[in-house]
């Protein structure tokens, strides 16, 4: 392994923080907090899915399990972010959505790699519908906008990742 991937992300300074959402209409910051609190607890979930679906194995498929997982986990720290720079916190609802993350992925998990990645694309399908929804309905600023429409890409990958390991 390089070293270049020993570091999954660099430490957060203060210059990478900013206060956000100053002057911003109430209707406006109810929107933004909606949808950071929906991607936030989707993204939990989808950290405990991948993580319940990982096995002991030394099989290429754990690889890429994990490499998602933890791309995932960069995608909740992004909106936990996002969040407190709003003034916001996140959801107490986030244990449920990490709960039923590992429900899926021990349950997929158990019915076999097929039902694994079917699962897993299901799931980045919805995903990328809550990212389209939401990128489309909600005034965000362009910072934001842009972590929406990076993590949203990430997840299309994950989708033609998936979809490729079915086809094989």
Not at 34 to 63: C, D, W
Not at 84 to 105: K, V
Not at 118 to 142: F, Q, R, S
Request: hydrophobic content about 40%; overall charge positive; charged content about 30%.
């Amino acid at each position: 392994m390089s070293n270049n991937n020993l570091i999954i992300r660099t430490e957060v300074k203060d210059r990478d923080v900013q206060v956000r959402g100053c002057g911003y209409p109430p209707a406006r910051l109810k929107a933004i907090r909606k949808g950071l609190i929906t991607l936030h607890n989707f993204e939990r979930m989808a950290v405990n899915i991948y993580r319940s679906q990982i096995t002991k194995q030394p099989a290429k498929e754990n690889i890429q399990l994990i490499s998602a997982m933890l791309n995932e986990m960069t995608h909740v720290q992004d909106f936990q972010m996002k969040l407190y720079e709003f003034g916001f916190r996140p959801s107490i609802l986030r244990y449920f959505f990490a709960l039923c993350g590992q429900a899926m992925g021990c349950s997929s998990r158990i019915l076999g790699m097929k039902r694994v990645l079917k699962t897993d694309i299901w799931v980045e399908k919805e995903a990328i519908k809550h990212y389209n929804k939401l990128i489309g309905t909600i005034d965000w600023d362009p910072d934001t906008r842009k972590v929406l429409e990076k993590n949203r890409a990430d997840e299309q990958e994950h989708v033609k990742r998936w979809e490729k390991l079915l086809s094989v």
